[in-house]
């Protein structure tokens, strides 16, 4: 099947950020499952003591509308009519132990893999936004030690050029 093949590009385009979670929704996840949205929905009402809120919600019209405006999904319909189940890292674990299937099997963990290398991605993002931060403080920090030599080379230059008594030995003629 092509989803066996989706690549790891493919299953992050199918994540997204909604409440401040990664999630990924009913519809693009039954698709990967292989099987359909209304049996992966069976599925989890049937085993709700396994879907916390932090493993799964639905969305509301709100999100949907702005998912849609975003061109996140192409059109209310995509969804088939109803409001979208998510589920976090955590529900879709579980949802491929309620699915029961080799290939959601499979897919669960391909996703999880995805997720991890996001993690992972965002981790090296903080890094580098540390040491940026660093170099800032650094170049802000040459930046006034620059405009100080600069103001001393302004004193120098604007000091009146008063006779001076000339530097060295005198001949005593």
Do not use: W
């Not at 992050?12 to 990924?24: C, F, N, P, Q, S």
């Not at 192409?74 to 976090?88: A, E, K, N």
């Not at 580098?128 to 006034?144: A, G, M, P, T, Y």
């Amino acid at each position: 099947m092509k989803n066996e093949h989706m690549g790891d590009a493919g299953i992050a385009e199918k994540i997204y950020l909604i409440r401040g979670v990664k999630v990924m929704i009913d519809r693009d996840l039954a698709e990967m499952y292989g099987t359909i949205p209304k049996r992966l929905r069976q599925q989890v009402k049937r085993n709700e003591e396994r879907f916390p809120g932090h493993f799964m919600f639905q969305l509301t019209d709100e999100e949907v509308d702005i998912m849609v405006s975003q061109n996140v999904i192409p059109s209310r319909q995509y969804l088939g009519g109803t409001r979208p189940y998510v589920f976090s890292e955590h529900g879709i674990l579980m949802l491929a132990n309620v699915i029961k299937s080799q290939m959601a099997i499979a897919m669960s963990i391909k996703i999880i893999e995805v997720f991890i290398k996001l993690r992972e991605m965002l981790i090296t993002q903080k890094d580098l936004l540390l040491k940026f931060e660093q170099i800032e403080k650094l170049v802000i920090r040459h930046d006034d030690d620059i405009q100080a030599i600069f103001q001393a080379l302004k004193q120098l230059i604007q000091q009146k050029n008063e006779p001076r008594e000339p530097i060295g030995f005198k001949l005593n003629s």
